[in-house]
């Protein structure tokens, strides 16, 4: 049982908060207009620290980077292997597992011991593995590592256990399967070839046993040399020297003939009677010139060669088209008989598989599908029908058909919200798939016990918005929609609009808010415009309102903390408080060209919608006096109240969607009103105003940085008030005010709900991806080490890529193009802040329209410099109090007490900032429908502020009996159907307030407030601080979300550091810190989210999505929520050659490789050319390796348990047969005793 109490002057804590000894607490220094009485407050907390586990569930999407591909026939299983160590094995919708090589090595081949559960993975690192798939997670049972030469190629014959492996060096090693060591028997390059060869063959193309005979190998080289190796007589029966590089080999299925497919873009037909030269030489895309030479084409990767019982035999190959048609797309080519059919595909083709109905490669093979595996995508084509249609991909392949920027996740959704999206969904299905069932069939997966729905929501470069169906740890499409159709073409000739306000995906997502009760759907996007979208079951013409909204901060924003320093708790302000006033556009001026005007035109006719998510209303952020807007970095939604909120570093903004009018408009100074905790000096605002390029700013004053690096890291204790301020320093405010910085552009946003993202800077490039930074304090200096580069230096004009009124924002970068890696950071070295993080990461530039200059870090200078920055975490100057504007990072609407004199809850709007301050805003909504839509919504800041360390991340807030409260919505219905005018339709508001669920109407409520830093519990109204935790020192927290978990509720973190924690609540009392992550980029960074029932999601590579859970009751029935990858299934049998074809085949007798192959035969390899490394020992690995023998287990005791029985019966017969035996003796005694004196003649 936790307990705390609430003394009268409200500041009791549960722990000391900073060295000074002064209140943690930023707001309830001075004395509440009505004090509370003394009370015990008792809140039970049921979470413990073994309700905690980090496990990945299961991974989404298309494998990034593939490289390999293999297919059980039996099993119906596929394997796909990727460039970074991964593998995908994928049977029916359900069935999906990722493994990973820990080396994180290259997949070069993938061969599966076809219908035994088993893979062998060949690596870059010349590594060969054993994967058992016999369990729900795969594990390796064996490795074996090549030390002196590289492996290049794999074959594992049908049912045989040995493996034959070739290398660069152009011999050929077997390695047995069951015990993963190398054989003695090896076929060395110079014993293959001919020994007056000159020259070395190259490395082993290709290996295959003859069809006809198992004990014939063929053995492809990359010069062209070809080989048949006799196994048997260890020598070899045929050379072939070919003029043209091999790239594969295929067999006819009768052994006789082979095809090769050649650089040069022709296939080449050979035959085993007379190998001297080819009987067929074909160029299928190559077309014979005037000359009478061949035209040259690219060469053909690979082909197969598939015959079939009832039609001409198929060939399938990829490449070989002509190199004077350039721009054509990779194609795949289909030659059946004499028709020659070229499929063109959207990626390069990285391999390719024809799936057969038999696995036995001396019988006809009957191909019924081609599966063609893509840079990004994957592709099946249906060779049953003549128009060879593609099979309908069951697998969510295409979340990266447009760059991911952001994903929301939400646990438990209302039931009826999946069928009606996917209802809506199917309408707009593409058509033409082929109607058999998907070839890849394999493994058995049930829906778990445990399920309750799921939803994904992915915003995109393009402006699109997909739903997925996240139900039972699977991933199904639901619904798309489109967000740049709301919005005008731009124009070729439209300079002034299209031209240069956005050039490159101007819709792209930034971040997004669902509220799935009422269906009301927010998107940012990146151009600063929000559009709100409405569900409807019917079509509707309409026209789309659009609001204006200018955001402009005239003010220099936090020069230095107030002298109330000792002090820092406000009480409500007495003074005038800011009124909403609607925006006035300014007169055009010489500076002000570009003024009054959006970045993307709303289309202003009347539009058809289709069922689905319709757009009602567009805001846009507007251009002034020439500059941009900045983009907008916080959003919240609130269907009860009807109210909009949007925040950038700029100010805040506050519509009414029910009446499309703007209520608030203010800039972020003007909120605090006579409470503002800091002393701001004005400033011109034409005076030096500079706009960065979607970065953080930069000091162009280079002695103040000099000064502000010689100090001593302990030089100064830390700021009892707010964060680290100048003051500790001495530093005179005339050094600080000698510099002038850009304004921020909050990069790393958030928002509130599961919407919230981390927003990334738009000007990256894809060099940059590789770079890493290091990351400390949040609250540190605002750039990294480095001088700033002079202007007029010698790469000043070749940097300046934008002109004059260009905007901050170019090509939305997504989050899966982020590459770069942040380490973990230490603490004396390092980048202080994410800000001056990603001022490293990507390259700040500054423009300044009265000096038209651009000063710009270059990356060595910042490289060179990282080493030598060195700086404690509590230094006295932090960047957050340098920043020029703050920045509204977080936004939530509320029932809460906007004053501590407030006895009734009141509809509120939370307001956190980048410079930790916290401020509440109630508003007065009528609460009657018809007076909802006509009279005013009031709002009027009341200077209530609450201080954190670090930017603000999320708010919370909980009852008096720690149970979470939610935000007040409305049920959601159509307003496409006309109203019955007898039962005229009201809105129906669910308001979850705090005195809902409490006797008495004053008890008040907790507020749960988490910053980059700390996290603090507040109870409203006194504004008194009850719990404070600093979650991390040496990092800072990029997500935070409260979250439900195992019936109760906690605060769950995601640090820079790659940490995972969770505090319980109130007391925020640690239960979990697991270093999930060794490294953290900027994708994950951006797209990682918490959601309810202890998940979390992120993009772990620009194609893929990792599913992960926190909750250990979901470890523990993570097992049964799996498919089965390995089911029980009979081989077919092989069919009857019968005699006269055995005969006139001439089949040799079976083929024993284990007589060949053994150590008795061939010796034992040296140990020198491979090491054997037994399989993983990790807990992971033994609770897998202990689920996949179950079944042995089990059948191991019931056989005891038989056996057990039968020594029972066996024990009783024995002791029945003793008792018989001596019943026996006792009656032959007495007899012989009787007869004993008789004679003979008295028988």
């Given at each position: 049982?936790?307990?705390?109490?609430?003394?009268?002057?409200?500041?009791?804590?549960?722990?000391?908060?900073?060295?000074?000894?002064?209140?943690?607490?930023?707001?309830?220094?001075?004395?509440?207009?009505?004090?509370?009485?003394?009370?015990?407050?008792?809140?039970?907390?049921?979470?413990?620290?073994?309700?905690?586990?980090?496990?990945?569930?299961?991974?989404?999407?298309?494998?990034?980077?593939?490289?390999?591909?293999?297919?059980?026939?039996?099993?119906?299983?596929?394997?796909?292997?990727?460039?970074?160590?991964?593998?995908?094995?994928?049977?029916?919708?359900?069935?999906?597992?990722?493994?990973?090589?820990?080396?994180?090595?290259?997949?070069?081949?993938?061969?599966?011991?076809?219908?035994?559960?088993?893979?062998?993975?060949?690596?870059?690192?010349?590594?060969?593995?054993?994967?058992?798939?016999?369990?729900?997670?795969?594990?390796?049972?064996?490795?074996?590592?090549?030390?002196?030469?590289?492996?290049?190629?794999?074959?594992?014959?049908?049912?045989?256990?040995?493996?034959?492996?070739?290398?660069?060096?152009?011999?050929?090693?077997?390695?047995?399967?069951?015990?993963?060591?190398?054989?003695?028997?090896?076929?060395?390059?110079?014993?293959?070839?001919?020994?007056?060869?000159?020259?070395?063959?190259?490395?082993?193309?290709?290996?295959?046993?003859?069809?006809?005979?198992?004990?014939?190998?063929?053995?492809?080289?990359?010069?062209?040399?070809?080989?048949?190796?006799?196994?048997?007589?260890?020598?070899?029966?045929?050379?072939?020297?070919?003029?043209?590089?091999?790239?594969?080999?295929?067999?006819?299925?009768?052994?006789?003939?082979?095809?090769?497919?050649?650089?040069?873009?022709?296939?080449?037909?050979?035959?085993?009677?007379?190998?001297?030269?080819?009987?067929?030489?074909?160029?299928?895309?190559?077309?014979?010139?005037?000359?009478?030479?061949?035209?040259?084409?690219?060469?053909?990767?690979?082909?197969?060669?598939?015959?079939?019982?009832?039609?001409?035999?198929?060939?399938?190959?990829?490449?070989?088209?002509?190199?004077?048609?350039?721009?054509?797309?990779?194609?795949?080519?289909?030659?059946?008989?004499?028709?020659?059919?070229?499929?063109?595909m959207d990626y390069p083709i990285v391999d390719f598989l024809v799936l057969c109905d038999?696995?036995?490669?001396?019988?006809?093979?009957?191909?019924?599908?081609?599966?063609?595996?893509?840079?990004?995508?994957?592709?099946?084509?249906?060779?049953?029908?003549?128009?060879?249609?593609?099979?309908?991909?069951?697998?969510?392949?295409?979340?990266?058909?447009?760059?991911?920027?952001?994903?929301?996740?939400?646990?438990?959704?209302?039931?009826?919200?999946?069928?009606?999206?996917?209802?809506?969904?199917?309408?707009?299905?593409?058509?033409?798939?082929?109607?058999?069932?998907?070839?890849?069939?394999?493994?058995?997966?049930?829906?778990?016990?445990?399920?309750?729905?799921?939803?994904?929501?992915?915003?995109?470069?393009?402006?699109?918005?997909?739903?997925?169906?996240?139900?039972?740890?699977?991933?199904?499409?639901?619904?798309?929609?489109?967000?740049?159709?709301?919005?005008?073409k731009p124009k070729s000739g439209d300079v002034g609009r299209s031209g240069e306000l956005?050039?490159?995906?101007?819709?792209?997502?930034?971040?997004?808010?669902?509220?799935?009760?009422?269906?009301?759907?927010?998107?940012?996007?990146?151009?600063?415009?929000?559009?709100?979208?409405?569900?409807?079951?019917?079509?509707?013409?309409?026209?789309?309102?659009?609001?204006?909204?200018?955001?402009?901060?005239?003010?220099?924003?936090?020069?230095?903390?107030?002298?109330?320093?000792?002090?820092?708790?406000?009480?409500?302000?007495?003074?005038?408080?800011?009124?909403?006033?609607?925006?006035?556009?300014?007169?055009?001026?010489?500076?002000?060209?570009?003024?009054?005007?959006?970045?993307?035109?709303?289309?202003?006719?009347?539009?058809?919608?289709?069922?689905?998510?319709?757009?009602?209303?567009?805001?846009?952020?507007?251009?002034?006096?020439?500059?941009?807007?900045?983009?907008?970095?916080?959003?919240?939604?609130?269907?009860?109240?009807?109210?909009?909120?949007?925040?950038?570093?700029?100010?805040?903004?506050?519509?009414?969607?029910?009446?499309?009018?703007?209520?608030?408009?203010?800039?972020?100074?003007?909120?605090?009103?006579?409470?503002?905790?800091?002393?701001?000096?004005?400033?011109?605002?034409?005076?030096?105003?500079?706009?960065?390029?979607?970065?953080?700013?930069?000091?162009?004053?280079?002695?103040?940085?000099?000064?502000?690096?010689?100090?001593?890291?302990?030089?100064?204790?830390?700021?009892?008030?707010?964060?680290?301020?100048?003051?500790?320093?001495?530093?005179?405010?005339?050094?600080?005010?000698?510099?002038?910085?850009?304004?921020?552009?909050?990069?790393?946003?958030?928002?509130?709900?599961?919407?919230?993202?981390?927003?990334?800077?738009?000007?990256?490039?894809?060099?940059?991806?590789?770079?890493?930074?290091?990351?400390?304090?949040?609250?540190?200096?605002?750039?990294?080490?480095?001088?700033?580069?002079?202007?007029?230096?010698?790469?000043?004009?070749?940097?300046?890529?934008?002109?004059?009124?260009?905007?901050?924002?170019?090509?939305?970068?997504?989050?899966?193009?982020?590459?770069?890696?942040?380490?973990?950071?230490?603490?004396?070295?390092?980048?202080?802040?994410?800000?001056?993080?990603?001022?490293?990461?990507?390259?700040?530039?500054?423009?300044?329209?009265?000096?038209?200059?651009?000063?710009?870090?270059?990356?060595?200078?910042?490289?060179?410099?990282?080493?030598?920055?060195?700086?404690?975490?509590?230094?006295?100057?932090?960047?957050?109090?340098?920043?020029?504007?703050?920045?509204?990072?977080?936004?939530?609407?509320?029932?809460?007490?906007?004053?501590?004199?407030?006895?009734?809850?009141?509809?509120?709007?939370?307001?956190?900032?980048?410079?930790?301050?916290?401020?509440?805003?109630?508003?007065?909504?009528?609460?009657?429908?018809?007076?909802?839509?006509?009279?005013?919504?009031?709002?009027?800041?009341?200077?209530?502020?609450?201080?954190?360390?670090?930017?603000?991340?999320?708010?919370?807030?909980?009852?008096?009996?720690?149970?979470?409260?939610?935000?007040?919505?409305?049920?959601?219905?159509?307003?496409?159907?006309?109203?019955?005018?007898?039962?005229?339709?009201?809105?129906?508001?669910?308001?979850?307030?705090?005195?809902?669920?409490?006797?008495?109407?004053?008890?008040?409520?907790?507020?749960?407030?988490?910053?980059?830093?700390?996290?603090?519990?507040?109870?409203?109204?006194?504004?008194?601080?009850?719990?404070?935790?600093?979650?991390?020192?040496?990092?800072?927290?990029?997500?935070?979300?409260?979250?439900?978990?195992?019936?109760?509720?906690?605060?769950?973190?995601?640090?820079?550091?790659?940490?995972?924690?969770?505090?319980?609540?109130?007391?925020?009392?640690?239960?979990?810190?697991?270093?999930?992550?060794?490294?953290?980029?900027?994708?994950?960074?951006?797209?990682?989210?918490?959601?309810?029932?202890?998940?979390?999601?992120?993009?772990?590579?620009?194609?893929?999505?990792?599913?992960?859970?926190?909750?250990?009751?979901?470890?523990?029935?993570?097992?049964?929520?799996?498919?089965?990858?390995?089911?029980?299934?009979?081989?077919?049998?092989?069919?009857?050659?019968?005699?006269?074809?055995?005969?006139?085949?001439?089949?040799?007798?079976?083929?024993?490789?284990?007589?060949?192959?053994?150590?008795?035969?061939?010796?034992?390899?040296?140990?020198?050319?491979?090491?054997?490394?037994?399989?993983?020992?990790?807990?992971?690995?033994?609770?897998?390796?202990?689920?996949?023998?179950?079944?042995?287990?089990?059948?191991?005791?019931?056989?005891?348990?038989?056996?057990?029985?039968?020594?029972?019966?066996?024990?009783?017969?024995?002791?029945?047969?003793?008792?018989?035996?001596?019943?026996?003796?006792?009656?032959?005694?007495?007899?012989?005793?009787?007869?004993?004196?008789?004679?003979?003649?008295?028988?």
């Amino acid at each position: 049982m936790k307990k705390f109490r609430k003394v009268l002057d409200g500041l009791t804590t549960s722990s000391p908060v900073n060295p000074g000894g002064s209140p943690a607490c930023g707001s309830a220094a001075g004395t509440p207009s009505a004090a509370p009485t003394p009370r015990e407050i008792e809140i039970q907390e049921t979470l413990m620290s073994e309700h905690f586990q980090i496990c990945k569930t299961v991974r989404h999407g298309f494998p990034y980077q593939p490289t390999a591909l293999a297919f059980d026939p039996v099993q119906k299983i596929l394997a796909v292997g990727s460039r970074s160590g991964g593998v995908r094995l994928l049977g029916r919708p359900g069935v999906d597992c990722h493994c990973q090589h820990e080396s994180g090595a290259a997949v070069l081949q993938l061969q599966f011991l076809i219908n035994e559960g088993a893979l062998v993975t060949a690596c870059a690192d010349d590594t060969l593995h054993l994967w058992n798939l016999r369990q729900r997670r795969p594990a390796i049972l064996h490795s074996l590592k090549f030390n002196r030469e590289r492996i290049t190629f794999c074959h594992l014959p049908f049912q045989s256990k040995w493996l034959y492996v070739g290398t660069e060096r152009g011999n050929t090693h077997i390695v047995n399967i069951e015990s993963f060591v190398l054989s003695g028997y090896v076929i060395m390059w110079n014993k293959a070839i001919e020994l007056s060869t000159k020259t070395h063959p190259g490395p082993v193309v290709h290996l295959s046993d003859s069809p006809k005979d198992e004990g014939k190998l063929l053995i492809g080289f990359e010069s062209g040399t070809i080989v048949m190796w006799d196994l048997r007589a260890k020598r070899a029966d045929f050379r072939i020297y070919y003029d043209e590089a091999i790239h594969s080999v295929s067999w006819h299925h009768e052994g006789r003939q082979f095809m090769c497919s050649h650089s040069d873009g022709s296939l080449s037909m050979w035959n085993m009677r007379n190998t001297a030269k080819p009987f067929q030489v074909t160029f299928p895309h190559g077309k014979t010139q005037r000359d009478g030479r061949k035209e040259s084409c690219k060469p053909i990767l690979k082909v197969e060669y598939k015959t079939s019982r009832n039609s001409e035999a198929f060939v399938v190959f990829s490449g070989g088209l002509s190199y004077d048609k350039a721009g054509r797309r990779p194609t795949l080519t289909i030659m059946h008989g004499k028709a020659i059919t070229v499929l063109e595909m959207d990626y390069p083709i990285v391999d390719f598989l024809v799936l057969c109905d038999t696995p036995y490669l001396n019988e006809v093979q009957e191909p019924y599908a081609v599966v063609v595996l893509l840079e990004k995508d994957f592709v099946v084509v249906d060779l049953t029908q003549s128009n060879f249609p593609i099979f309908e991909n069951p697998y969510p392949m295409d979340i990266h058909e447009s760059p991911v920027t952001c994903t929301a996740y939400f646990a438990d959704c209302p039931p009826d919200i999946i069928p009606v999206l996917y209802s809506i969904g199917a309408k707009h299905k593409k058509t033409g798939y082929s109607h058999k069932e998907w070839p890849v069939s394999g493994g058995t997966w049930t829906v778990g016990s445990q399920t309750y729905p799921e939803i994904i929501v992915t915003g995109h470069a393009d402006g699109s918005i997909k739903f997925w169906d996240a139900t039972a740890i699977t991933l199904q499409m639901l619904y798309k929609l489109k967000t740049s159709k709301v919005f005008e073409k731009p124009k070729s000739g439209d300079v002034g609009r299209s031209g240069e306000l956005v050039e490159e995906d101007p819709y792209a997502v930034q971040m997004i808010s669902w509220c799935p009760q009422s269906r009301i759907f927010c998107v940012v996007g990146i151009s600063a415009h929000v559009i709100l979208y409405r569900f409807s079951k019917h079509d509707t013409n309409t026209t789309i309102t659009s609001l204006e909204v200018r955001l402009q901060c005239e003010m220099e924003d936090v020069i230095s903390p107030s002298d109330t320093e000792n002090t820092p708790c406000f009480s409500d302000p007495s003074g005038l408080s800011p009124q909403p006033q609607p925006p006035s556009p300014r007169s055009n001026t010489p500076d002000s060209a570009r003024d009054s005007i959006s970045c993307l035109k709303v289309k202003d006719r009347m539009i058809r919608m289709p069922p689905g998510y319709q757009a009602e209303l567009v805001v846009q952020l507007l251009w002034i006096d020439g500059e941009p807007p900045q983009q907008i970095t916080s959003l919240d939604l609130n269907s009860a109240y009807g109210l909009l909120a949007l925040g950038n570093c700029n100010g805040l903004a506050v519509v009414d969607y029910l009446q499309k009018t703007v209520l608030l408009c203010m800039n972020t100074l003007e909120l605090y009103g006579s409470a503002d905790p800091f002393q701001r000096l004005t400033r011109s605002p034409r005076k030096n105003r500079q706009s960065t390029s979607g970065l953080t700013e930069l000091s162009d004053n280079q002695v103040s940085l000099d000064l502000e690096r010689s100090k001593s890291p302990t030089s100064a204790p830390y700021s009892p008030s707010l964060h680290n301020d100048p003051r500790g320093t001495g530093e005179p405010v005339s050094n600080l005010r000698s510099c002038h910085y850009s304004p921020v552009f909050y990069l790393l946003d958030n928002v509130k709900g599961p919407g919230r993202k981390l927003s990334l800077p738009t000007d990256l490039k894809t060099d940059l991806d590789h770079v890493n930074g290091h990351c400390t304090s949040p609250t540190s200096q605002p750039c990294p080490s480095g001088r700033a580069r002079v202007p007029g230096g010698p790469e000043g004009p070749r940097l300046a890529r934008r002109g004059p009124g260009r905007p901050p924002f170019r090509k939305a970068q997504s989050a899966a193009c982020m590459e770069v890696s942040l380490p973990v950071s230490s603490l004396t070295e390092g980048y202080p802040s994410r800000r001056a993080m990603l001022q490293q990461l990507h390259g700040v530039s500054m423009y300044s329209h009265d000096e038209h200059h651009i000063t710009t870090y270059s990356w060595s200078e910042r490289e060179s410099r990282e080493n030598s920055f060195s700086r404690s975490r509590s230094s006295s100057v932090s960047s957050i109090d340098r920043e020029t504007k703050e920045a509204v990072t977080t936004l939530q609407f509320m029932e809460s007490y906007g004053r501590k004199s407030d006895t009734l809850p009141t509809p509120c709007l939370w307001v956190g900032t980048s410079l930790g301050l916290v401020l509440i805003i109630p508003m007065s909504i009528p609460t009657d429908e018809q007076e909802r839509q006509e009279d005013p919504v009031t709002v009027a800041p009341t200077g209530t502020v609450l201080m954190l360390k670090g930017s603000i991340l999320r708010f919370g807030f909980l009852d008096c009996g720690g149970a979470l409260i939610h935000s007040p919505y409305e049920v959601w219905r159509d307003q496409q159907v006309p109203d019955d005018p007898d039962r005229p339709r009201k809105r129906k508001l669910v308001n979850f307030s705090p005195s809902s669920s409490q006797e008495a109407s004053g008890d008040g409520h907790l507020a749960i407030v988490c910053s980059e830093r700390q996290a603090k519990v507040f109870l409203m109204p006194s504004q008194a601080c009850l719990y404070v935790h600093n979650i991390t020192e040496s990092s800072f927290v990029l997500r935070a979300d409260v979250v439900s978990v195992c019936n109760s509720v906690c605060l769950a973190c995601f640090c820079a550091n790659g940490h995972i924690m969770t505090l319980s609540l109130p007391s925020l009392r640690p239960l979990l810190d697991v270093a999930y992550l060794p490294l953290t980029d900027m994708r994950i960074a951006r797209t990682f989210c918490f959601t309810n029932g202890g998940q979390a999601l992120y993009l772990c590579s620009p194609t893929e999505i990792q599913r992960i859970t926190y909750s250990q009751e979901m470890c523990d029935n993570l097992q049964e929520m799996l498919g089965e990858l390995f089911t029980p299934i009979e081989t077919p049998e092989a069919q009857n050659r019968g005699f006269l074809k055995g005969f006139f085949s001439g089949n040799a007798q079976n083929f024993d490789r284990e007589e060949l192959f053994g150590e008795a035969a061939a010796g034992k390899a040296s140990r020198s050319l491979a090491q054997h490394i037994p399989g993983q020992g990790g807990m992971e690995g033994m609770k897998a390796a202990a689920g996949g023998v179950v079944g042995e287990l089990a059948r191991a005791r019931i056989a005891l348990d038989e056996r057990g029985q039968r020594l029972g019966e066996l024990e009783e017969r024995t002791a029945l047969m003793m008792t018989s035996a001596e019943t026996f003796s006792k009656h032959a005694h007495e007899l012989m005793l009787k007869c004993k004196d008789k004679k003979w003649y008295q028988f």
